[in-house]
Each structure stands twice: as structure tokens, then as C-alpha cells.
């Protein structure tokens, strides 16, 4: 089955930067569109980036310029790069694959806790 395992969540200062990574089992992942979506608690979960398997990325507004997502085809994993990190940032962040036809996620990682703090 499909597993998607989150890590490098943390508590991290204002300003300061953080990486998450998602390692993937269970799917080809060379040929698997991958997403990080945030949630608060209370609130929906929304996407924060994507990376297609052609490397082509989408943000959140509220990200550009500060987060870059990335993909390793030979380690079947995704990297979500956060610099600059703001009080709003702080969320658990969600790995997920998503599909080719509407971009919807499909399959979930157990997220990984992003405190930040003043």
C-alpha cells in the first residue's frame, strides 16, 4: 500500500528556515505528481506547493519566494524547503500524491508538526 512518511517538522524561531521531507513507498514515484498542504487546527487544509513529474511547481500565495519544494526521483522523496518563516507558517504539514486529472490529493502522509515561534 501507499505510504508517505513525513519528517523535519520542529520548532524553529521566526525568520529561521526549516526542510521537510516525504519518502514515498507503494507508488512509481517517478511518475507521480507530489503536494505539501498545511493545516491549522480548526481550519482546512490547504495546499502549499506542488511539483508535477515534469518538475514544473505551483505555490501558495502566502509561500512564493520562500518555499521551494523539490523532488528526488532516486530517493522516491519530496523536500519541502521553508525560509524565512513566519508565526502564521506554524501548521502540520501534509505529504500527499495527487492526481494527474484535477490536481486533487489522493493519498496522505501522517504530517509532521512546523512550530514557529517569536
Known amino acids: 500500500q501507499v505510504q508517505l512518511v513525513e519528517s523535519g517538522g520542529g520548532l524553529v524561531q521566526a525568520g529561521g528556515s526549516l526542510r521537510l521531507s516525504c519518502a514515498a513507498s507503494?507508488?512509481?514515484?517517478?511518475?507521480?505528481?507530489m503536494a505539501w498542504y498545511r493545516q491549522d487546527p480548526g481550519q482546512q487544509r490547504e495546499l502549499v506547493a506542488r511539483?508535477?513529474?515534469?518538475?514544473?511547481?505551483t505555490y501558495a500565495d502566502s509561500v512564493k519566494g520562500r518555499f521551494i519544494i523539490s523532488r528526488d526521483n532516486a530517493k522516491d522523496t519530496v523536500y519541502l524547503q521553508m525560509n524565512s518563516l513566519k508565526l502564521e507558517d506554524t501548521a502540520t504539514y501534509y505529504c500527499?500524491?495527487?492526481?494527474?486529472?484535477?490536481?486533487?490529493?489522493?493519498?496522505w502522509g501522517q504530517g509532521t508538526q512546523v512550530t514557529v515561534s517569536s
Open positions: 507503494g507508488i512509481i514515484f517517478k511518475i507521480s505528481n
Open positions: 511539483i508535477n513529474t515534469e518538475y514544473a511547481t
Open positions: 500527499a500524491t495527487v492526481r494527474t486529472v484535477g490536481f486533487s490529493p489522493r493519498d
